[in-house]
């Protein structure tokens, strides 16, 4: 396909996902499903957010990777395996997630004595949905190893800066941009229904009444790590899995967000669209600002607990930064 076409059918896939998203969300705060408390969390200023968002970016995003013009079949299969798999054991976590255990060391611990957390119910489901997706996009043994990573990685790495609004969504935004710009032909047609459906819903994000949680973040993440499998060339994708493991690994020891504070260039990016961080109180009105107490989230990031008065508001099963 020329570079026209190309941008053509990117432009075109990007579209469909977006107003797929918008529509879905739309008709979701309409009728939540099992009601808006089921779906109610609070927000790291113990603001009430809603986790409809993540459902309707996953629907735009696979909608749009099904039916969008130019994607090769294995590749369609794979990205579409991918999301789908994600997106329903991110939802599975988001839901029934108690928030007792913190990341991998803490789900995997827990499983070696003998406790099954939703946390582990869906890391291995994420596995074995990268593995089916790798598998469907094809290649050599290495390759499915290789691109089955990407696409557990990639889920569970978007995951971990779901934290504060909008972030997930720009790191997104990002990876998208660079894999498109950067890799196979078809990269840009693969990252625009995942970038399309995301890009719908940040203005949601940043203003603080949705939120991605495990069911939007770790599909949009799996659809990038699966264009990425689709995208580039063996060593650039060896690179890549080495980069997502390493930052994995990190956030186990390492908080993102306090790394992203005292950087000033990341701090003003993500910062970027936000309402402004609250500050002390006025002199003299002897109130501190509310904040709402911390605790552990079951990966390791931190969530508040439900905001006072605030119906079906409680911790955020799944969204998590160190």
Known sequence: MSRPGTAVAAGLAAGLAAGTARAVYAG????????????????????PVTLLEGPAVAAGALLASALAPGLRPRTRAGMVAAGA????????????????????????GALAGGEVTTGAVKIGGIGAAGLVAAALAGGR???VIINAGLTAGGANLLNLFDLR?????KVALAGGALLGA??????????????????????????ERAMLGDAGANAIGA??????AASLPRPARA?????????TAASEVVSFSAVI??????????????????????PGTGQAPATPPVTPAADGRHRTTAAPGVQGAGPIPGAVSP
């Open 182 to 207: 950067t890799g196979a032909p078809g990269a840009a047609r693969a990252v625009a229904g995942p970038a399309g459906a995301a890009l719908a819903l940040l203005g949601e994000d940043l203003g």
């Open 165 to 169: 609004p909008g972030r997930a969504i």
């Open 239 to 247: 690179a890549l899995l080495a980069g997502i493991i390493g930052l």
């Open 261 to 282: 504070e005292r950087t000033p260039a990341l701090r003003w990016l993500d910062m970027l669209g936000r309402r402004p961080a609250a500050g002390p109180a006025p």
């Open 85 to 108: 798999g994600a997106a329903a054991f991110g939802g599975y976590d988001d839901l029934a997630g108690g928030g007792g255990r913190r990341g991998f060391r803490g789900h995997l």
């Open 223 to 228: 659809m990038l790590g699966a264009a990425a």
């Open 28 to 47: 979701l705060r309409r009728r939540p499903p099992g009601g808006a408390a089921t779906w109610a969390r609070t927000n790291h200023r113990g603001e």
């Open 141 to 143: 043994p290495a390759d």
